[in-house]
C-alpha cells in the first residue's frame, strides 16, 4: 500500500515554465519505425483481463468478449460508408475510438508515471524559457524543411534536431565536438546553428561512406576522426586537439554525444578532459535502450519521480499494463522488472555499447551512480517533446513518462501557424528525452 500510495502522490518536476549524430545503423530502437502487432495488442488486453477478473473464469471469459464487440464496433466505425482498411492500434484516432478519449485532454497524461529528474549541486536550470523555445521552433521548421537527407532512419527526427539546434544556438560554442555521425545529418543541424564555427566529428563510419546509397552530408569545417581515422572520444588527446584549435577555455566549448555508450562513462571522460557542456541524444528511459543513461542513474527512490515496484497488482503495473496496448515503446511490468525485482537500468543490467556489452548490476552500484553524477551536476534540462500527441501524431514514446510538451494537446493553432502541420508524423516518433547537462568537479 505505501508504494501505491508513493507511485499516486508522483508528480513530474517543474516545467521550465515554472522555474526557470545519430544512433547507425546497429540501433535497434529504430526512432521513425511505425508498425506494431494488432495481435500482440489484443493479447495485452486479454493479459488485462485476467488480471482484473481474478480467479473467476466467468468474468473473464465475459470480458474477453466484451473486448472483441468493441474492437469490431471499431473497425464498422472507421469503415462505414468506405472501403475497409487497416489501422494501426498506435494510431491517434484507433485509440480514441477503442477507449472513447478525449484526445484535446491527453495533456494530463503527460508525467502520470513520473519523470525522474536528476539532482543538481546548486540546483540551478537553462537561461531559455517556454517562450523562447516556441519563438525557435517557428524560425527552425524552414531550416529543418532544406535537409539533406529527408529519411534519418535510426537517426535523430524532428524533436531531437530541434533541441539540438535550439541548445547550440543559444550556448554559441567557439568549438563543437559530436561523438557518433552516422550519415551527418546531427552535423549539418550543427552547421546550421554555428554556420562559421568549427566541428570536430568522431564516427567509426566516415559519413562519406553512406553518398554510395544515398543522402548524406559532409561538412568542408570540419575534422573528422572517422574510418580508418577513428578515435574514440575517451582516447583523443583533447589538450593536443585543443591547442591545434586554439582553444583555452574550455567552457566554450559543447559536445554532442550520440554514439550509444554508457553516459556516465562519457561524463566522467569529458570531465577529464575538462569539458563542462554536454548534450546526449538517446538520454532512454528506465527499462528501454541500448545503453546505461543518465535517466536511468537519476532514477532512484529519493528522486521525484523515481523508483519503481515490481509487484503486479500494483497501481503502476495496471497502469503500464494499459498503456502499453496504445504507445509503442511504453513498457510494462514483465519488461520493466527483471530477476529478483530487478528494475534499473534494463532489468538490473548496465548495457553499453549499443549492448554490446550487458553486465548486471546491483541496487547498490546504481544507487552509487547517481551520488556520483549529483557530486557534479550543475544544470540537467531535458528537450520536451516539440507537442503533444493529438497534434502530432506519434505513436511511440509513452506521454505517461515525459514532460509537457512545448505545444500542448488542443493548440491545433499555434501547432499550424508554427508550419509543424507540414512536417509528417512518424518524424515525431523519435523522442528520448534528449538531455543538456553542465559539469564540473566539486571543489568542496
Given at each position: 500500500?505505501?508504494?501505491?500510495?508513493?507511485l499516486?502522490s508522483?508528480?513530474?518536476?517543474?516545467h521550465?515554465?515554472?522555474?526557470?549524430?545519430?544512433?547507425?545503423?546497429?540501433?535497434?530502437?529504430?526512432?521513425?519505425?511505425?508498425?506494431?502487432?494488432?495481435?500482440?495488442?489484443?493479447?495485452?488486453?486479454?493479459?488485462?483481463?485476467?488480471?482484473?477478473?481474478?480467479?473467476?473464469p466467468?468474468?473473464?471469459?465475459?470480458?474477453?468478449i466484451?473486448?472483441?464487440?468493441?474492437?469490431?464496433?471499431?473497425?464498422l466505425?472507421?469503415?462505414?460508408?468506405?472501403?475497409v482498411?487497416?489501422?494501426?492500434?498506435y494510431?491517434?484516432?484507433?485509440?480514441?475510438?477503442?477507449?472513447?478519449?478525449?484526445?484535446?485532454?491527453?495533456?494530463s497524461?503527460?508525467?502520470?508515471?513520473g519523470?525522474?529528474?536528476?539532482?543538481?549541486?546548486?540546483?540551478?536550470?537553462?537561461e531559455w524559457?517556454?517562450?523562447?523555445?516556441?519563438?525557435?521552433?517557428?524560425?527552425?521548421?524552414?531550416?529543418y524543411?532544406?535537409?539533406?537527407?529527408?529519411?534519418?532512419?535510426?537517426?535523430?527526427?524532428?524533436?531531437?534536431?530541434?533541441?539540438?539546434?535550439?541548445?547550440?544556438r543559444?550556448?554559441?560554442?567557439?568549438l563543437?565536438?559530436?561523438?557518433g555521425?552516422?550519415?551527418?545529418?546531427?552535423?549539418w543541424?550543427?552547421?546550421?546553428?554555428?554556420?562559421?564555427?568549427?566541428?570536430?566529428?568522431l564516427?567509426?563510419?566516415?559519413?562519406?561512406?553512406?553518398?554510395?546509397?544515398?543522402?548524406?552530408?559532409?561538412?568542408?569545417?570540419?575534422?573528422?576522426?572517422?574510418?580508418?581515422?577513428f578515435v574514440?572520444?575517451?582516447?583523443?588527446?583533447w589538450?593536443?586537439?585543443?591547442?591545434?584549435?586554439?582553444i583555452?577555455?574550455?567552457?566554450?566549448?559543447?559536445?554532442?554525444?550520440?554514439?550509444?555508450?554508457?553516459?556516465?562513462?562519457?561524463?566522467?571522460?569529458?570531465?577529464?578532459?575538462?569539458?563542462q557542456?554536454?548534450?546526449?541524444?538517446d538520454?532512454?528511459?528506465?527499462g528501454?535502450?541500448?545503453?546505461?543513461?543518465?535517466?536511468?542513474?537519476?532514477?532512484q527512490?529519493?528522486?521525484?519521480?523515481g523508483g519503481?515496484?515490481?509487484?503486479?497488482?500494483?497501481?503502476?503495473a495496471?497502469?503500464?499494463?494499459?498503456?502499453?496496448?496504445?504507445?509503442?515503446?511504453?513498457?510494462?511490468?514483465?519488461?520493466?522488472?527483471g530477476?529478483?525485482?530487478?528494475?534499473?537500468?534494463?532489468r538490473g543490467?548496465?548495457?553499453?555499447?549499443?549492448?554490446h556489452?550487458?553486465?548486471?548490476?546491483?541496487?547498490?552500484?546504481?544507487?552509487q551512480?547517481s551520488?556520483?553524477?549529483?557530486?557534479?551536476?550543475?544544470?540537467?534540462?531535458?528537450?520536451?517533446?516539440?507537442?503533444?500527441p493529438?497534434?502530432?501524431?506519434?505513436?511511440?514514446?509513452?506521454p505517461?513518462?515525459?514532460?509537457?510538451?512545448i505545444?500542448?494537446?488542443g493548440?491545433?493553432?499555434?501547432?499550424?501557424?508554427?508550419?509543424?502541420?507540414?512536417?509528417?508524423?512518424?518524424?515525431?516518433?523519435?523522442?528520448?528525452?534528449?538531455?543538456?547537462?553542465?559539469?564540473?568537479?566539486?571543489?568542496?
Amino acid at each position: 500500500m505505501k508504494l501505491e500510495r508513493a507511485l499516486s502522490s508522483r508528480r513530474s518536476p517543474p516545467h521550465p515554465a515554472d522555474d526557470e549524430g545519430d544512433g547507425g545503423p546497429f540501433d535497434d530502437e529504430s526512432k521513425t519505425k511505425k508498425h506494431a502487432s494488432l495481435a500482440g495488442r489484443i493479447v495485452s488486453l486479454i493479459r488485462l483481463s485476467r488480471s482484473s477478473s481474478g480467479h473467476c473464469p466467468a468474468a473473464h471469459v465475459i470480458n474477453v468478449i466484451l473486448l472483441l464487440v468493441l474492437a469490431t464496433a471499431a473497425v464498422l466505425l472507421f469503415s462505414r460508408g468506405r472501403p475497409v482498411v487497416c489501422v494501426s492500434p498506435y494510431d491517434s484516432a484507433a485509440r480514441n475510438a477503442l477507449v472513447g478519449a478525449d484526445l484535446a485532454g491527453l495533456a494530463s497524461d503527460f508525467g502520470s508515471l513520473g519523470v525522474p529528474w536528476c539532482r543538481s549541486k546548486r540546483d540551478t536550470t537553462v537561461e531559455w524559457t517556454p517562450k523562447d523555445l516556441l519563438k525557435g521552433l517557428e524560425e527552425f521548421v524552414p531550416i529543418y524543411e532544406t535537409r539533406p537527407i529527408k529519411n534519418n532512419m535510426f537517426g535523430m527526427g524532428f524533436d531531437h534536431s530541434f533541441g539540438l539546434w535550439f541548445m547550440v544556438r543559444w550556448l554559441k560554442p567557439d568549438l563543437m565536438i559530436e561523438s557518433g555521425a552516422f550519415k551527418g545529418h546531427s552535423t549539418w543541424v550543427l552547421r546550421q546553428a554555428m554556420p562559421g564555427t568549427h566541428i570536430i566529428s568522431l564516427s567509426p563510419r566516415h559519413p562519406e561512406k553512406y553518398l554510395k546509397k544515398g543522402p548524406a552530408y559532409v561538412d568542408e569545417n570540419c575534422t573528422y576522426y572517422a574510418g580508418k581515422d577513428f578515435v574514440d572520444f575517451g582516447s583523443v588527446d583533447w589538450g593536443s586537439v585543443m591547442r591545434k584549435h586554439g582553444i583555452s577555455d574550455l567552457s566554450r566549448v559543447l559536445v554532442f554525444f550520440d554514439d550509444h555508450q554508457n553516459q556516465l562513462k562519457r561524463v566522467k571522460q569529458a570531465l577529464q578532459a575538462g569539458f563542462q557542456n554536454l548534450i546526449f541524444e538517446d538520454n532512454y528511459d528506465t527499462g528501454t535502450g541500448d545503453h546505461y543513461s543518465l535517466r536511468q542513474i537519476c532514477d532512484q527512490y529519493y528522486v521525484r519521480g523515481g523508483g519503481h515496484s515490481c509487484f503486479r497488482d500494483s497501481d503502476e503495473a495496471r497502469m503500464r499494463m494499459k498503456r502499453k496496448m496504445f504507445w509503442e515503446k511504453a513498457v510494462d511490468i514483465d519488461e520493466l522488472c527483471g530477476r529478483g525485482g530487478a528494475w534499473w537500468g534494463v532489468r538490473g543490467f548496465m548495457r553499453d555499447n549499443f549492448n554490446h556489452s550487458n553486465n548486471a548490476m546491483s541496487y547498490k552500484e546504481h544507487f552509487q551512480n547517481s551520488r556520483i553524477l549529483e557530486s557534479v551536476l550543475d544544470i540537467y534540462w531535458e528537450l520536451p517533446p516539440v507537442a503533444g500527441p493529438s497534434l502530432t501524431h506519434q505513436t511511440r514514446y509513452d506521454p505517461a513518462r515525459t514532460l509537457q510538451p512545448i505545444v500542448e494537446d488542443g493548440r491545433f493553432g499555434l501547432f499550424q501557424r508554427l508550419g509543424l502541420t507540414r512536417l509528417e508524423a512518424s518524424l515525431f516518433n523519435g523522442y528520448t528525452q534528449m538531455v543538456y547537462v553542465q559539469v564540473s568537479v566539486s571543489t568542496s
